[in-house]
C-alpha cells in the first residue's frame, strides 16, 4: 500500500499549482480551472485519510464537494458569460469596475 | 511497512502524469488546451481514487469532474471565442514576483507538515472489509447518516440552476421587450 504521506506531498504540488494558477493567469476562465484543480486535490486528501482510518465519511465529504463544485462551475460560467456580454472580455484585470 | 515496488511504480507514473498536466494547464496559452490538460488531470485523479479503495468515488469524478464541468467549461470557451486572450497590460506589476514568493511559501509549509507526519500506511483492515468504498456501503451512509445535507444539496443545485439561468437568460429578454416597446 502506498503510504498516506505521498498522496498528501502530491495534493500539496497539485494545490500549490492551483494557487499559482490564480494569482498568475488573468484569464477569468483559467482561474476557474485553477480553482475546480483546488477542490479536486483537497478531494484527493480526504479519500486519502478515508483509507487511512478506515471510514467512508470522507468518501461522503468528497461526493459533498463535487456536488458545491459543480453549482459553482454552473453560476460562475454564467457570470463569466454575462460580464463577457458587457466588457467583451474576460480579463479580470479589466473587470475594475462595480458599474458594468 | 514500506510499498511494494509495483505499486510505487505505478503512483510515481501517475503523479508524474498529474502534476505535467497540471502545469500544462498553468502553462498553456491555449484556453482549450488548459481545459483538456485538467480533464487529464482529473482521469489520473480517479485513477488515484481506484488505488485507494473508492471506486464510487472514481466512476463519480469521471462523470461529474471529467465529464459535465469540463464540457461546460470547453462549450463557454467556445462560446465566447475566448481560446486566445492576450495577458493584457498588468497594473500590479509588483503581483507576480510576491505571488510566486507566497506560493512557494505555501509549499515549503505545507511540505513540513505533511513530511513532519511520518511515513503512515493506515489501517489494513479496509483492505480486507468487503464492499468498503461500493456504491452500497456510500449509498447506505449517505441515506442514513447524512442524510439532511444530502437533500440540502439538492436545494444548492436548484438554487444554482436558477441563478444561471437568470444570469444568461432574462436580460435578453427584457431588451427584445424595449425594443418590441419602442417599435
Keep these: 500500500m502506498i503510504p498516506t504521506s505521498y498522496y498528501l506531498a502530491l495534493s500539496v504540488i497539485l494545490f500549490a499549482i492551483g494557487v499559482a494558477g490564480v494569482l498568475l493567469r488573468r484569464n477569468a476562465i483559467i482561474l476557474f480551472m485553477a480553482i475546480e484543480l483546488m477542490l479536486n486535490s483537497a478531494n484527493l486528501v480526504f479519500v486519502a485519510y478515508s483509507r487511512q482510518f478506515g471510514a467512508l465519511d470522507g468518501q461522503i465529504l468528497v461526493f459533498f464537494v463535487m456536488t458545491v463544485a459543480a453549482a459553482e462551475v454552473a453560476v460562475g460560467l454564467a457570470l463569466i458569460v454575462t460580464i463577457f456580454r458587457s466588457k467583451a472580455s474576460i480579463d479580470v484585470d479589466d473587470i475594475s469596475m462595480l458599474k458594468g | ?183
Excluded: C
Design chain 2, 1 to 183: 511497512m514500506l510499498p511494494n515496488i509495483p505499486e510505487l511504480v505505478i503512483f510515481l507514473v501517475l503523479a508524474v502524469i498529474a502534476v505535467a498536466a497540471a502545469l500544462g494547464m498553468l502553462a498553456s496559452s491555449n484556453a482549450i488546451y488548459s481545459a483538456l490538460f485538467l480533464v487529464v488531470n482529473f482521469g489520473v485523479v480517479a485513477t488515484f481514487y481506484l488505488l485507494l479503495g473508492a471506486p464510487f468515488i472514481a466512476m463519480a469524478q469521471v462523470t461529474v469532474y471529467a465529464g459535465a464541468i469540463m464540457v461546460l467549461f470547453l462549450f463557454v470557451i467556445m462560446l465566447l471565442g475566448a481560446e486566445k486572450m492576450k495577458q493584457t497590460s498588468h497594473n500590479l506589476l509588483w503581483q507576480k514576483p510576491l505571488s510566486i514568493v507566497l506560493i512557494v511559501l505555501l509549499l515549503s509549509i505545507s511540505f513540513y507538515v505533511v513530511l513532519g507526519q511520518g511515513v503512515s500506511v493506515g489501517s489494513d483492515l479496509m483492505q480486507n472489509a468487503s464492499g468498503y468504498g461500493s456504491p452500497s456501503a456510500i449509498g447506505t451512509l449517505l441515506f442514513q447518516k447524512y442524510l439532511f445535507p444530502f437533500e440540502a444539496t439538492s436545494i444548492l443545485l436548484l438554487a444554482a440552476m436558477v441563478g444561471a439561468v437568470v444570469l444568461t437568460g432574462v436580460r435578453r429578454q427584457r431588451r427584445r421587450i424595449r425594443k418590441s416597446r419602442r417599435l
